[in-house]
């Protein structure tokens, strides 16, 4: 099995910084992408930002210039960070994590963790 635990949520003003951290354990062969989605009360869960293994980043248009993503291979661990938020940033974030595992291939989640952007 793996787990994904993703941390550095919290409240913070609009204009502020935040950075989330999503580490990935257990039965790790290699982790291909790795990325955060967001889902806001009443909406569908959408793509925050991804990262492959080979460092190619893909970002929704919304967060473009304001958030950035990074990894660490070494640890599993894929890396938020988001500066100039604004309230409509408000939104449980999920890690996300494609994993190869002995021979099974699949996408694991974490468990959210809350950001609120006050006004």
């Known amino acids: 099995q793996v787990q994904l635990v993703e941390s550095g949520g919290g409240l913070v003003q609009a204009g502020g910084s935040l950075r989330l951290s999503c580490a990935a354990s257990?039965?790790?062969?290699?982790?291909?992408?790795m990325g955060w989605y967001r889902q806001a009360p009443g909406k569908q869960r959408g793509l925050v930002a991804t990262?492959?293994?080979?460092?190619?980043?893909n970002y929704a248009d919304s967060v473009k210039g304001r958030f950035t993503i990074s990894r660490d291979i070494a640890k599993n661990t894929v890396y938020l960070q988001m500066n100039s938020l604004k309230p409509e940033d408000t939104a449980v974030y999920y890690c996300?994590?494609?994993?190869?595992?002995?021979?099974?291939?699949?996408?694991?989640w974490g468990q959210g963790t809350q950001v609120t952007v006050s006004s």
């Open positions: 257990g039965n790790i062969r290699s982790i291909n992408a």
């Open positions: 990262i492959t293994s080979g460092n190619y980043t």
């Open positions: 996300n994590a494609n994993v190869v595992s002995g021979t099974n291939y699949r996408a694991y």
